[in-house]
């Protein structure tokens, strides 16, 4: 486990990149799912925690955090949900080109092709989709800013949060050999998908471990 708090940098940025390349990528065959693609946003962490090793003279701090945001609650699949910026791939679009469409359109990140770092693998949803998670570098993306048809919220919420003790958060259900995955986030946590796509992001990218997590199931209200 690497020592914490982690600084958006070059050595990350390497760091995230080799081990993506080293990585026995797994995809999955869709069916009848629809093809998505979320982006996995590596950023400066900004006005979040005021570290004083860490944050400028202006207050900005250059902690290592992920972009996620609240779904908007007028949104028909999963509204009000933790959620990668992230969308259905149209036709002709690769993964990674959805993602980086996602993110400009979803939080007004405009980032090229060269910010793409690697995927992580598959993940099919009980909802109905099959997400392919894409790992993009974002730096300090000073300016987001939210898509209110589609966002109600966006959050930089540091690496090392997700790096806590008590995570994940496994629970059983009665209608599967597989635990439901959650990620503690202060008080609160996130579900699967999200959720296990943030694990594998810190098993595998943050911690060198290369872990699947397309097996862990989602609690009720997100398989709608």
Not at 146 to 167: K, L, Q
Not at 207 to 216: D, K, L, Q, S, Y
Not at 217 to 224: I, V
Request: one cysteine or more; aromatic letters at 6%; glycine letters at 8%.
């Amino acid at each position: 486990m690497s020592p914490f708090p982690l600084l958006c940098d070059d050595a990350l940025k390497d760091r995230i990149r080799r081990h993506l390349a080293s990585f026995d990528l797994r995809r999955a065959d869709p069916g009848p799912r629809r093809s998505a693609a979320v982006a996995v946003a590596v950023a400066e962490e900004g006005e979040g925690a005021q570290l004083e090793d860490l944050a400028s003279p202006n207050g900005w701090s250059r902690e290592a955090a992920l972009i996620l945001t609240r779904r908007a609650s007028t949104l028909r699949d999963h509204p009000g949900q933790w959620a990668l910026p992230g969308g259905r791939v149209d036709g002709g679009e690769t993964a990674e080109e959805t993602a980086l469409r996602e993110l400009a359109e979803e939080v007004g990140l405009v980032l090229d092709a060269g910010a793409v770092l690697g995927r992580l693998d598959d993940y099919l949803t009980r909802s109905g989709f099959a997400i392919t998670p894409v790992v993009v570098w974002a730096g300090s993306a000073r300016t987001l800013v939210a898509n209110p048809a589609e966002v109600a919220s966006i959050h930089r919420i540091a690496v090392h949060e997700f790096m806590r003790p008590d995570a994940p958060l496994l629970d059983r259900i009665a209608d599967s050999e597989h635990p439901v995955l959650r990620m503690p986030v202060g008080q609160s946590w996130i579900a699967a998908p999200t959720a296990a796509v943030i694990y594998q992001f810190r098993e595998l990218c943050i911690a060198g471990r290369p872990t699947r997590v397309n097996h862990f199931e989602q609690p009720l209200f997100a398989r709608r």
